[in-house]
């Protein structure tokens, strides 16, 4: 499976959650404006707090612009996560693609890397741990965005550096994003360049997790 998987097909900028279809390239920048505005309010006092009205005023545009594209709070936030996530998912192939990794630890290690970039550099990234449970069937649409990465990344690790394919390395890459989300997310909560403790722990358990079952040398 090509790195690039990672990143294709995937929505970028919500569209299937907003009100406005298709998306012309004026709208598009118009959404990522009203998105960027979301996440600095996103940083400043966290997504349970954010109003239509804050984004709004944040952005210098009217509520009616705002509704226009997003009918609730809930869809703005959950188009905010969407396109974080599909941010994330580039980071990870600009990295493996930049590094050339031979080992499938240090292709894992490049997915956490670019984690850890986000939170550091992408402005309201804390909104992945929005999981948009006001939203009827928001949470299982999380979820399979979640797992949808851990089978991707894990076909990728099989075709490219001869991990044994399936379910079992699956499952264990999604273990790896759970802890990943976990350690790395606490690693950002007092401190906005990552506790390094957090970080290097998380790097820990990952590695000797996977390991136990695929071998340093796999």
Request: aromatic fraction near 8%.
């Amino acid at each position: 499976m090509p790195i690039n998987d990672l990143v294709a097909g995937q929505n970028t900028v919500g569209a299937p959650l907003v009100r406005t279809e298709p998306i012309q390239e004026r709208s598009a920048a118009r959404i990522d404006a009203l998105l960027d505005a979301a996440a600095e309010v996103v940083d400043e006092i966290g997504f349970d707090r954010l109003t239509t009205a804050m984004v709004a005023e944040r952005a210098g545009a009217s509520i009616g612009t705002v509704y226009r594209y997003f009918p609730d709070r809930i869809v703005l936030l959950q188009a905010l996560r969407d396109r974080a996530l599909l941010r994330y998912r580039r980071s990870v192939v600009e990295a493996i693609d930049a590094q050339s990794p031979e080992h499938w630890w240090n292709a894992v290690e490049c997915a956490i890397d670019a984690f850890v970039d986000m939170f550091r550099t992408e402005s309201g990234f804390r909104i992945i741990r929005f999981s948009g449970a006001e939203r009827a069937g928001a949470g299982e649409e999380d979820l399979a965005q979640d797992t949808g990465f851990a089978n991707q990344f894990a076909q990728i690790l099989a075709d490219e550096y001869g991990l044994p394919a399936g379910e079992d390395l699956a499952f264990r890459l999604q273990v790896v994003v759970e802890i990943m989300d976990s350690l790395i997310t606490r690693a950002f909560v007092e401190d906005p360049n990552g506790d390094e403790r957090y970080i290097a722990e998380a790097r820990t358990v990952a590695r000797e997790y996977l390991e136990r079952r695929f071998g340093p040398e796999s």
